[in-house]
């Protein structure tokens, strides 16, 4: 078991993963403006609306407990996007956690909706406690998929999560043709149960039966530990089923400044 990495350790590891995307022509900024993401993601093509679980309007994604990842091309324009949030379930457990609608948001009997119903019956979700980082809303625009990236997507996510937080659990709740096509096993995720979010929520389109993926604390220090060549982080043989879900910076406290300014 491995206790801790150093700040070092995780400026590499980052720096690795900043490097795949900006070699695939990703240029990558982190923020804290939740209202400024959901504006950006509002007018992306092809990508499905983000879910209440990232928008103020809904939840709440302090600066300190979120942070958003945009990519954008050589051009500016954006390509990928993808957000975490921490919350402190100390006193409960991931499975009463989505259960009760509190994943998505602050107050489910006024935000909610009529008809509105969560479930999760994924067994380890019960053990799953303590400070625990949600992964979601992850896009790559059409012409990126297939390039190598979704490694670099999780990579860059999991090292920015410990750098800010230090979780001991990250999930993400995703579809059947993720585990199906491999992707959350690129993404880095290394267990997965069936019926993890079964959620119903009318008024807002969403009607889910997604599998739980996640990652111990343990498992998270031990790939942080090892910092790969970023051709080894994104090799070029990823099915396109990668889409639904800069400058590389050279040591930890310029990740975190970067990230609260959204500039690097």
């Known amino acids: 078991m491995q206790n801790d990495v150093t700040a070092l350790e995780v400026s590499k590891y980052i720096s690795a993963a900043e490097e795949l995307g900006r070699t695939s022509g990703i240029h990558i900024t982190m923020g804290h403006d939740f209202e400024e993401y959901v504006e950006i993601t509002g007018k992306l093509p092809g990508k499905s609306p983000t879910y209440p679980s990232f928008r103020p309007d809904c939840s709440d994604v302090p600066p300190g407990k979120a942070f958003w990842i945009v990519g954008r091309d050589r051009e500016g324009r954006v390509a ?8 402190d379930l100390s006193e409960t457990d991931l499975a009463e956690h989505l259960g009760s609608l509190r994943a998505w948001f602050a107050d489910p009997k006024l935000k909610a909706g009529p008809g509105s119903s969560s479930r999760c019956n994924a067994p380890t979700a019960r053990s799953i406690s303590g400070l625990v980082a949600y992964h979601g809303d992850i896009w790559l625009r059409e012409d990126f998929r297939g390039g190598g990236l979704s490694t670099f997507i999780g990579r860059i996510a999991f090292g920015l999560a410990w750098a800010n937080w230090s979780p001991d659990f990250i999930y993400a709740l995703v579809a059947g043709w993720h585990i199906e096509k491999g992707v959350v096993d690129r993404y880095g995720y290394v267990h997965r149960e069936r019926h993890g979010s079964v959620l119903r929520l009318p008024s807002h389109g969403i009607n889910d039966d997604d599998w739980l993926v996640w990652l111990t604390r343990d498992e998270l220090l031990m790939t942080l530990s090892r910092t790969p060549a970023p051709q080894a982080l ?6 396109t089923a990668d889409s ?5 910076p050279h040591d930890a406290n310029r990740v ?3 990230g609260t300014v959204s500039k690097c």
């Open 80 to 87: 990928h996007v993808q957000a975490m949030r921490l919350d």
């Open 234 to 239: 994104g090799e070029n043989t990823l099915s």
């Open 244 to 248: 639904n879900s800069r400058t590389a």
């Open 256 to 258: 975190l400044l970067d």
